[in-house]
């Protein structure tokens, strides 16, 4: 496993906020089931909101219950390998329950990041984030670029034998 790829309580001492010596950790989340340009321009958005950038990654069981049966095409721990040899990605986390919630609010990172298509009232941490002074930042959400999308592709490719 990639070394970049942590436990809560590894990224909790590694960033938590009595060791962040002034350093601004963003944390945003999503499946990241098959990575595509949309993925990375949002992460490397995330990442300049800050100094250290932390991926919350729903477990397989967790993809299985947002997106349905047939997912995730990669188990979590090849996403978490790819997200973490991203040059923009600090740390990757894996979680286990369906959503960031106790993650959140066991780092409370300085910023939080979205995708501009969860409204604002909707995104999971927000209340723990802004409590303790951070922010939350919803960011667009690339046009074009769907993991939903790029299967259907596949599927329809397969189905007139291409």
């Known amino acids: 496993m990639h070394p970049a790829v942590l436990t809560l309580e590894e ?8 060791k ?14 098959l990575l595509h340009p949309g993925h990375i321009e949002s992460l490397e958005t995330a990442r300049g909101l800050g100094d ?3 991926v919350g990654l729903n477990s397989d ?3 299985r219950r947002l997106k ?12 978490a390998e790819i997200l973490a040899s991203l040059e923009c990605v600090d740390a990757v986390l894996i979680f286990e329950e369906q959503t960031p919630q106790r993650v959140i609010a066991a780092l409370l990172p300085d910023v939080l990041v979205k995708g501009g298509d969860w409204p ?6 927000r209340e723990e ?6 922010k939350v930042v919803r960011v667009e959400v690339v046009e074009g ?12 490719t397969k189905k007139e034998g291409r």
């Open 61 to 63: 069981e967790g993809v």
């Open 20 to 33: 962040r010596n002034g350093k601004r950790v963003v944390f945003t989340n999503g499946c990241f089931d």
């Open 120 to 125: 604002g009232n909707q995104i999971v941490g």
């Open 11 to 18: 990224i909790i001492l590694r960033f938590g906020r009595e």
């Open 52 to 54: 250290v950038l932390i």
């Open 145 to 156: 670029y769907s993991t939903s999308e790029i299967l259907r592709k596949i599927r329809e």
């Open 129 to 134: 984030v802004e409590a303790a002074g951070g």
């Open 68 to 79: 349905g049966p047939g997912r995730p095409v990669y188990p979590a721990e090849e996403r």
